[in-house]
């Protein structure tokens, strides 16, 4: 039976360590769309990745910790990548929105957000032509973005499908967004090895419960 929300924000990501650009991106996405629910949901082990740091169970606990006082829309943490991976199967973004669209059904707008890294790699996604099927595409800016660098097709495709965040609040599928008003330029890569040279910096970069969390349990 399909879950009766008419609007969901898709969020993936490692989350290895999750942190205030994350939340940012949630935040401003949710306030241009208007979901009824934001999904997030964690990866098993991408496909495109090392070994992640964390495990799945403390990945989740730091996304509960950062979002515990989420009041935009209804919050799921779906950890579906999760069971996927500890099966030994792979976690495509494609075969997530599938299941995802199954769930949901055919009419429900669902919107899936991304860093600007990610639409630059684009292009090596198992089946990325076939995600605007699925799903609105929609891309947080970080400084110094441009959609020139992303491959040949990606661009073409992307713009030829560009619209407006009105519009896409009632479309199910097939349209994509920028938004170039996000600040954030953070990547876990970076807050890691801060965490770990305890660099003093890295304070403001990770939502507090959060940090005390990483601290506690010495992941990094």
Request: glycine letters at 4%; aromatic letters at 8%.
């Amino acid at each position: 039976m399909a879950t009766a929300v008419s609007s969901v924000l898709v969020f993936g990501g490692s989350f290895d360590p999750v942190h205030c650009g994350h939340v940012a991106l949630a935040n401003r996405f949710c306030e241009l769309l208007q979901p009824q629910q934001l999904r997030i949901i964690p990866a098993g082990q991408p496909w495109q990745k090392s070994a992640l740091t964390a495990t799945s169970e403390q990945r989740v606990s730091m996304l509960r910790l950062a979002f515990e006082n989420w009041s935009l829309c209804q919050l799921v943490i779906d950890e579906q990548e999760i069971v996927r991976a500890q099966q030994q199967q792979p976690s495509y973004t494609i075969e997530t929105l599938r299941q995802l669209r199954a769930e949901l059904g055919p009419d429900t707008c669902i919107h899936l957000a991304m860093g600007a890294d990610q639409l630059h790699n684009l292009h090596t996604w198992r089946e990325w032509e076939h995600l605007f099927s699925y799903a609105n595409l929609c891309v947080a800016a970080r400084p110094g973005f441009s959609l020139d660098l992303s491959a040949g097709a990606v661009r073409d495709v992307w713009k030829q499908r560009a619209t407006s965040a009105e519009r896409l609040r009632s479309l199910p599928c097939g349209g994509t967004l920028i938004e170039p008003d996000l600040d954030w330029d953070v990547s876990a890569t970076q807050l890691r090895e801060g965490l770990m040279r305890h660099n003093p910096a890295i304070r403001s970069l990770v939502p507090v419960k959060v940090l005390d969390y990483l601290q506690q349990h010495t992941i990094y």
